[in-house]
């Protein structure tokens, strides 16, 4: 397997690297006539358009996480892991039509802002600091240590030098502000779209190869015969993979927690609409919507591919790390199989989704440090100041990620369940404070603190519990059906990850219920948003658009189910 870069491949990354460059800096030239305001900096106010939105999204969700982990999750479990980008799909038609327009109403531009208006300032705090704990310590290094393995494994080129060279594109992109980082993710998709879809081409093609035929619909076709399991939405209990994805809990429970909470109460997300008009913003979104029924052909398939090529020993040994399998090197291995020229592609639209990400959450990073915490403390502050303080955040956040990065263990958990499962911690909490302070105007701060703080502990305790029980006390006292023996080991049923979100959404939501009712009855004042029904109205356009998206998951759902 060749690990190096050939001539031609090496001038494509150049073009690449110098279109998005000189492209960001023309965009931050670009009637520029003074020093930029702080809305411009953080939220590119009134500048991007409805598929410069569209595009950021995508290139700011589509990272080393998917490209890799998600294709590492293809080549183990299949299709099904294409729930988190097709139940993405109807989450983002649900976020423009019933949250944004909520935020843009009532002026919103951060979450904690959110929270400060809608509860009180202590929440607000809270969860300012939650979420930069999150974006730096799990999103931001899982981004810049995927996207790393992945360059080292198609270059050759030692990893640490891969994760600074990482690092300092970002770095570079991110200090133009949000309007540069917007406009050049557009660049970004068309490569991450281009380059994908050519990977996927070539890795079907060598399934076909193979078996001895030719042609993408006769590799097609191939993979569902040779890895029919690989081809089911929803997984059985008996599936090694059911911890990952139980059941119907991806149609109707913990999977709408993780999407509504990442899509619609997600500063890393939402802050690319939330300096638009609302036509613009839900016109933007919809088009990321149709962007995501198209990723799993890009992230899934091609680790399909490679599990059936890996059971017919083409590269057995290169997807071995220190003696193990590691699924999450399927997809740098099948970019090492491009020829000269077709990698070079691929490379660049690897590294577009990895600068794109990190790009963003830098700046998400930069908005709630600088508007949420450090102006709180600073209130004179001038527009000035906080452009500048953003962006020595910037600087320092990834300066902190690339120094933990490769402490964390995210290569021996796999790449995307790593975020998915340490995100979960504090997403149900925050997702039922999010939703009641919407549409429940009786909502106190005291419930969405236990929400926040009570929803992170119910959490941590439902996960690491079960190593502090009596099995032997379980099976006398009659609770013998929650003690599990696998590969020769008895040990307490382990709830699958989405299934523990939803259980602690349910408790965060009566919690807050209780708490709230009880002090409304004492007379507890409360901070209600201006939320009118009219504002949830949409045009023909969006609605048809909405509808198109509903019926093609409808039928991808029935076709893989």
């Known amino acids: 397997m060749n690990k190096q870069l050939t001539t031609a491949d090496i001038l494509i990354f150049i073009v690449y690297f110098l279109i998005v460059s000189l492209y960001g800096y023309w965009v931050y030239r670009r009637k520029k006539t003074g020093d930029a305001t702080s809305k411009e900096y953080f939220l590119a106010a009134g500048s991007l358009t409805w598929w410069a939105i569209g595009s950021s999204l995508i290139a700011s969700n589509i990272s080393a996480e998917q490209m890799v982990g998600m294709s590492g999750n293809g080549f183990k479990m299949g299709i099904a892991i294409a729930t988190y980008e097709w139940m993405a799909a109807a989450t983002l038609v649900i976020v423009a039509i019933f949250f944004i327009p909520v935020y843009l109403k009532n002026k919103i531009y951060t979450m904690p802002q959110f929270l400060s208006q809608r509860y009180n300032g202590t929440v607000a705090m809270i969860m300012a600091v939650f979420w930069l704990l999150l974006y730096v310590i799990v999103n931001l290094t899982s981004i810049l240590f995927l996207g790393a393995l992945a360059v080292h494994t198609i ?110 109460c997600n500063q890393y997300i939402t802050q690319r609409a939330l300096g638009a008009d609302l036509k613009t913003a839900r016109s933007g979104i919809l088009f990321a919507a149709f962007l995501k029924l198209l990723m799993p052909v890009i992230v899934v398939l091609p680790g399909i591919a490679a599990y059936i090529l890996y059971k017919e020993n083409v590269f057995h040994s290169e997807l071995m790390q220190n003696g193990e399998l590691n699924p999450d090197r399927s997809y740098p291995v099948l970019l090492n199989l491009l020829p000269s020229g077709l990698k070079g592609l691929s490379f660049a639209a690897l590294t577009a989704a990895v600068v794109a990400s990190l790009a963003g959450k830098a700046n998400s990073i930069a908005t709630i440090f600088t508007m949420d915490i450090y102006k709180k403390f600073n209130p004179a502050m001038t527009d000035k100041k906080m452009v500048v303080v953003g962006k020595i955040t910037v600087v320092v956040a990834m300066i902190v990620g690339v120094l933990i990065c490769t402490h964390l263990g995210i290569d021996k958990k796999g790449g995307f369940d790593f975020i998915q499962e340490y995100t979960g911690f504090v997403s149900p909490g925050i997702f039922a404070m999010f939703i009641l302070g919407f549409f429940w105007k009786k909502s106190t701060s005291n419930a969405a603190l236990f929400s926040t703080i009570g929803g992170f502990l119910l959490s941590v305790i439902f996960k690491w519990m079960p190593q502090y029980i009596n099995l032997e006390f379980l099976k006398n006292y009659g609770f013998s059906t929650l003690v599990t023996q696998k590969d020769g080991v008895t040990k307490l049923y382990e709830i699958p990850f989405l299934d523990r979100m939803g259980i602690v959404f349910v408790i965060c939501i009566v919690g807050m219920y209780i708490i709230s009712m009880i002090e409304n009855a004492k007379g507890t004042k409360v901070n209600a948003l201006e939320v009118d029904t009219k504002m949830f109205r949409t045009s023909t356009g969006f609605a048809v658009g909405a509808t198109l998206i509903t019926g093609i998951l409808v039928a991808l759902y029935t076709i893989f189910w």
């Open 155 to 264: 270059s050759g080129i030692d990893t640490w030098i891969c994760i600074l060279g990482l690092a300092t594109f970002a770095v570079f992109i991110t200090l133009g502000g949000m309007k540069v980082i917007g406009y050049t993710d557009v660049i970004q998709v068309f490569f991450l779209i281009l380059g994908g879809l050519v990977t996927t081409y070539i890795a079907i093609n060598l399934v076909s190869t193979h078996y001895h035929t030719s042609g993408i619909f006769n590799g097609l076709k191939l993979m569902g015969s040779q890895a029919s399991d690989h081809f089911h939405m929803i997984l059985h209990r008996d599936n090694p993979n059911y911890s990952s994805l139980p059941g119907l809990t991806v149609l109707i429970g913990g999977m709408w927690i993780v999407n509504l909470n990442y899509w619609g």
